[in-house]
Nanobody
Framework: VQLQASGGGLVQAGDSLKLSCVATISRSGSYGMGWFRQAPGKERELVAAITWSGFTTRYADSAKGRFTISKDNAKNTVFLQMNALRPEDTAVYYC?????????????WGRGTLVTVSS
């Protein structure tokens, strides 16, 4: 599985941003897809995840009500719509995938995309 994330940038607090992650799958199967982020000096954390079918999602408390994860199955692309951005959302955002469910350790990682939210 190869992952290519894009869509990061510099925005102001309150703005919206949409991240995209294109997954290139060499082995057919069911994968959990997730968006993680890592802020300077902090540990990487899960922001949102979605099952391969798109039917089940999970969110970090900090993302609930502001972020939406979605998936275009035809294009093997996962999106993270981020609204009402805050300076504390500033981080490098990573797209990740794992075999099976969205729970547990993720096996495949893309290069991050930087999101900077100014106050």
């Amino acid at each position: 599985v190869q992952l290519q994330a894009s869509g990061g940038g510099l925005v102001q607090a309150g703005d919206s941003l949409k991240l995209s992650c294109v997954a290139t799958i060499s082995r057919s199967g069911s994968y959990g897809m997730g968006w993680f982020r890592q802020a300077p000096g902090k540990e990487r954390e899960l922001v949102a995840a979605i099952t391969w079918s798109g039917f089940t999602t999970r969110y970090a408390d900090s993302a609930k009500g502001r972020f939406t994860i979605s998936k275009d199955n035809a294009k093997n692309t996962v999106f993270l719509q981020m609204n009402a951005l805050r300076p504390e959302d500033t981080a490098v955002y990573y797209c990740a995938a794992k075999d099976g469910s969205i729970w547990g350790e993720y096996d495949y990682w893309g290069r991050g995309t930087l999101v900077t939210v100014s106050s």
